[in-house]
């Protein structure tokens, strides 16, 4: 399978926790997103990779959060602290070319008790 | 304020019926709009999309019909069957650069009745 991937599909942790999530792309994308996912609302953007530059953050994206992308491969995301409030699906999306249709891997489920 | 409003909220209809979403946008600089499905517990997948320069695209029984001037777009589904029971959501990404990030709608939550 040369789709996204995501690792782990779902993370229990308690509150004040770290938490740290990967997203491996499809092979020759050059470009990374990853979103947020809350019960019954549509994803919401947190940042932007193109190789392993970070070329924008979202303002959700507190600075508890922090995401690399180190070879312009796989790309870490890492919640610091975890709060209740971060509870949600965590989405990852590849895409390349100038039309950049993005493809999406199967999340991973962050549920902070 | 939600950039891209989706409608209805949820839809249901027969085996064999039309499904129609509706989404407005108000972002003039939107130049793409894909709808995405999504099962419970799995991540989005891409439908169709188009971009503003054709007024309808169709792949199957998926089209797209899109109305610049309204700033409105729809996803018409023929002949529903009850696999295609699940959320679907409209999107739209800005010309901004190389990032394509998708503004989404709320999602509508189709159930199609055997």
């Known amino acids: 399978d040369t789709g996204v991937s995501q690792d782990p599909r779902h993370k229990i942790t308690k509150r004040g926790q770290n938490v740290t999530f990967r997203c491996d792309p499809i092979?020759?994308?050059?470009?990374l997103y990853w979103y947020r996912q809350t019960l019954g609302q549509g994803p919401e953007f947190l940042t932007y990779f193109q190789n392993e530059a970070q070329l924008e953050k979202s303002r959700l994206l507190s600075d508890r959060f922090s995401a690399e992308r180190p070879k312009g491969s796989f790309s870490t995301l890492e919640i610091q602290r975890t709060e209740q409030g971060d509870s949600a699906m965590y989405l990852c999306?590849?895409?390349?070319?100038?039309?950049?249709?993005?493809?999406f891997g199967p999340g991973t489920r962050l549920t902070v008790l | 304020q939600q950039q891209v409003k989706q409608s209805p909220q949820s839809l249901i209809v027969q085996k064999g019926g039309i499904s129609i979403i509706n989404c407005a946008y108000e972002n003039t600089a939107f130049d793409y709009f894909p709808w995405y499905q999504q099962f419970p517990g799995k991540g989005p997948a891409l439908l169709i999309a188009i971009r503003p320069d054709v007024s309808e695209k169709k792949e199957g029984r998926f089209t797209i019909s899109f109305n610049k001037s309204a700033k409105q777009f729809s996803l018409h589904i023929m002949d529903s069957q009850p696999g295609d029971s699940a959320t679907y959501f409209c999107a739209a990404s800005p010309h901004a650069g190389n990032n394509r990030k998708l503004i989404w709608g709320l999602g509508t939550s189709l159930a199609v009745n055997p």
């Open positions: 092979s020759e994308h050059n470009r």
């Open positions: 999306a590849s895409s390349s070319g100038q039309e950049g249709t993005q493809y």
